[in-house]
């Protein structure tokens, strides 16, 4: 995989295989330490929390090293082919922990358990327990089973699952941006992918259940959230008799207000403007991001909605593939080049000053040179901010693994690939280059990576911007700062409140 402009923290390769390390809960103690990393997309870091929940619940502590624990669990990522290496190398070092400590359970969950299921425990002997992302509640019966001497699997998927009700603990972060699930698995049959067949069917959570917990971030100091969802334009929650929202949910009834008169009652369906309304509503001062945007689901009306409310950041995070009408509909994308275009124009003519991110797939099966400057063609069309960009990996049981022959020699998806890097590099750094001048709102994260006499933060674009430190200013704040200067990635500046 390329990750080139790591921008959208959706996909953070700065923290692939991070250890979440969490207090433990008090009077609950059964004096055995879990050590659990994370691989792949934010949906994954978000789960482990989910399993370090439950896990601490029951009576676990975390521990940041693996020799010392008495679980070792790794949440997994299956979207391409080196993911899944990595993952095996990952586990060659835990198998000499366990070579010292023989009463220690290995565990692997997320996409690739739920993938390889069962064979898992054949193929890599270390291993006691798999369990798929639908199945984490049944993790202290599972290492129970393990504790009786057997291996235990459980990847069984589900239709209703989205952990609503448990709260996610979050202490590995800097206390200022969250991420929100909003809801689980994908219904979209791309035809590249092996989402659909490791996390199941699509699902959405109680848009109760979800400002609560924004609202509550918020009250926590939080200052940015970002919803998050495989597609999150096909968000959809209804039920006749909604649960009266907790006492803390003054949100809540403020944003039951505002959205019925946009015709999101919530008596019925709340669809995803709706949601972006009420979450919205959460505090002027919670900034809303949301990503994965799909082209064929986005609505005018969530455009409209964003271009509404201040604290919905502008930007999208749209996910081309191809710029190819024949190859979009190979991987069966349900758009084709001129929908993608209608939907980047509605972006711009609805909110000039949104940025617009996207993902690219070099050489998918059968692809011409002719077809990849259609996808080069889009690209300078759209003039992304940035992209995330791949060259195809063909995923065992996918459609396209069944269909069509995986026939572009790795030389020319890499060249490919080659060729929209160094273009995207060009855009994005043009895109910066259009802020140097402006004054931009920035929330400032913390102190830069370089020095700690700068601090980082973002614009509502999404671009991190640097400037200096200001005592009068703490992480958490929002700030005005003038862009002087850019590199390809990063905005340099100086505050001008
Ligand atoms: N749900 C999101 C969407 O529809 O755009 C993206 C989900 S996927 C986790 C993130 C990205 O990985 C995709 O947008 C695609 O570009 C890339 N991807 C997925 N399967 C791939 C494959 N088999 N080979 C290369 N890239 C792949
Ligand atoms: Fe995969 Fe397509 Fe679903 Fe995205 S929308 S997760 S690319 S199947």
Known sequence: MMDLISQDKTHDESRQGEALLLDPVAGKNNGRKLYIESYGCAMNFS??????????????????DFNNADVIFINTCSIRENAETRVRNRLK???????????????????????LKSKFLEEEKLVDVVVGPDAYRDLPNLIEQVDSGQKAVNVLLSREETYADIS?????????NAFVSIMRGCDNMCSFCVVPFTRGRERSRDPFSIVNECQDLFDKGYREVTLLGQNVDSYKWSQSAP?????????LEEADQK???TGGDLEGAVNFANLLEMVAAV?????????????????????????????????????????NSRILELMNRTYDREWYINRVDAIRRIMPECAISTDVITGFCTETDEEHKETVSMMEYVQYDFA???????????????????????EVKAARLTEIVALQQ??????????????????????????????????????????????????????????????TATLMGSIVD
């Open 47 to 64: 789960d482990s929390e989910i399993v370090a929940s439950i896990l601490s619940e029951s009576g676990f502590e975390t521990t940041g």
């Open 93 to 115: 070092e835990f198998k000499v922990a366990k070579g010292k400590n023989p009463g220690m359970v290995v565990g692997v969950l997320g996409c690739m358990a739920e993938r």
């Open 168 to 176: 996610p603990v979050r202490l590995n972060t800097n206390g200022i």
């Open 243 to 251: 649960p009266k929202p907790s006492p803390e949910g003054r949100a």
């Open 259 to 261: 959205v019925s008169p």
């Open 283 to 323: 505090h002027p001062d919670l900034r809303v991001r949301f990503s994965t945007s799909h082209p064929k689901d986005i609505t005018d009306e969530v455009l409209y909605t964003m271009a509404k409310h201040d604290n919905i950041c502008k930007y999208i995070h749209l996910p081309v593939q191809s710029g």
């Open 388 to 410: 995330y960009m791949f060259m195809y990996s063909e995923r065992p049981g996918t459609l396209a693994a069944k269909r069509y022959a995986d026939d572009i020699p790795e």
């Open 426 to 487: 060009r855009m994005s750094l043009g895109r910066l280059q259009q802020q140097i001048g402006k004054v931009q709102k920035v929330l400032i994260e913390g102190f830069s990576k370089k020095s700690k006499n700068d601090y980082a933060g973002r614009t509502d674009q999404n671009a991190m911007m640097v400037f200096p430190v200001d005592e009068r200013f703490k992480p958490g704040m929002y700030v005005n700062v003038i862009a002087e200067q850019c590199t």
